[in-house]
C-alpha cells in the first residue's frame, strides 16, 4: 500500500484562527478523502478530494469551512478555517489502494488539532 | 442511507484467548464492501480485513477471520490467539460499489478492545 505522510502531526490553535493540513502520498492515487474524528467518536466524511477540480462535500461540511486543494495526484491539503473549541478534532486523510484493491482506502496518520 | 452499528462499545479479554467482535449494517444496496480497521493509541488507522459482499467465502487474514452473513447483513471479526498488541479501536466500515470507483466509509462507533497479560 502507499506510504501517506500528514503534516502537522497535532497542533494547539487559537480560536478564529486558521489552519492547513496537508496529506502526502509516495505514489499516485486516484481518490482521497478527508474525514473528521471528534474526540471519543467514530469517523465521519468531510469530503471527497479530485483533481483539478473542486471538492465534494458531505451534507453538514461546507467549503467556506474547510477548503480544500488538490493539485495533483500526490497531494491534498485541508483547511480548517476560523476554528473554534468544536473543531478540535483528529483529521484524516485516506487514499485509495493499489492496482489490487481499487476500493481499499488506507489512512495518514492524522492530525490531532486542539483549539483553545 | 447506510448505517452501521457495534453493539459492544468495549470488549476484554485475557492473551492467546480468541475474541469476537460484532458488527450489523443497514442498507438497500446489493453490492458493497465491508472492512475492519483497527485504531491503535498511536491514532493510525490500520486496516485489518475486508469483504466483498458477492464473495460467499469470509475473509482471513492470519489471526484474524470475519463471519460474513448477507441475509442477516452482519459481519463480525474474529481474533484467535490475541496478543498484547491487538489491544486497539476496531471500526467496522461500510462501502457502496460504484463503477467510478471508492466512495466513502460510512463507519461504526467502534469496539474498545482490550488484551490482558
Known amino acids: 500500500s502507499a506510504v501517506i505522510s500528514q503534516k502537522p502531526s497535532r497542533d494547539i490553535c487559537q480560536r478564529g484562527t486558521s489552519l492547513t493540513i496537508q496529506c502526502q502520498v509516495d505514489?499516485?492515487?486516484?481518490?482521497m478523502f478527508w474525514y473528521r474524528q471528534q474526540p471519543g467518536q467514530s469517523l465521519t466524511l468531510i469530503a471527497t478530494a479530485n483533481q483539478g477540480s473542486e471538492a465534494t462535500y458531505e451534507s453538514g461540511f461546507v467549503i467556506d469551512k474547510f477548503p480544500i486543494s488538490r493539485p495533483n495526484l500526490t497531494f491534498s491539503t485541508l483547511t480548517v478555517s476560523n476554528m473554534s473549541p468544536e473543531d478540535s478534532s483528529i483529521y484524516l486523510c485516506?487514499?485509495?489502494?493499489?492496482?489490487?484493491?481499487?476500493?481499499?482506502?488506507?489512512f495518514g496518520p492524522g492530525t490531532r488539532l486542539l483549539v483553545l | 442511507a447506510q448505517t452501521v452499528t457495534q453493539s459492544q462499545p468495549e470488549m476484554s479479554v485475557q492473551e492467546a484467548e480468541t475474541v469476537t467482535l460484532s458488527c450489523t449494517y443497514d442498507t438497500s444496496e446489493n453490492n458493497y464492501y465491508l472492512f475492519w480497521y483497527k485504531q491503535p493509541p498511536s491514532r493510525q488507522m490500520i486496516l485489518v480485513i475486508r469483504q466483498e459482499a458477492y464473495k460467499q467465502q469470509n475473509a482471513t487474514e492470519n489471526r484474524f477471520s470475519v463471519n460474513f452473513q448477507k441475509a442477516a447483513k452482519s459481519f463480525s471479526l474474529k481474533i484467535s490467539d490475541s496478543q498484547l498488541g491487538d489491544t486497539a479501536m476496531y471500526f467496522c466500515a461500510f462501502m457502496k460499489h460504484e463503477l467510478q470507483g471508492a466512495q466513502k466509509l460510512v463507519f461504526g462507533q467502534g469496539t474498545r478492545l482490550t488484551i490482558n497479560p
Open positions: 505514489s499516485q492515487v486516484t481518490m
Open positions: 485516506s487514499v485509495v489502494g493499489g492496482r489490487e484493491y481499487q476500493e481499499t482506502q488506507y
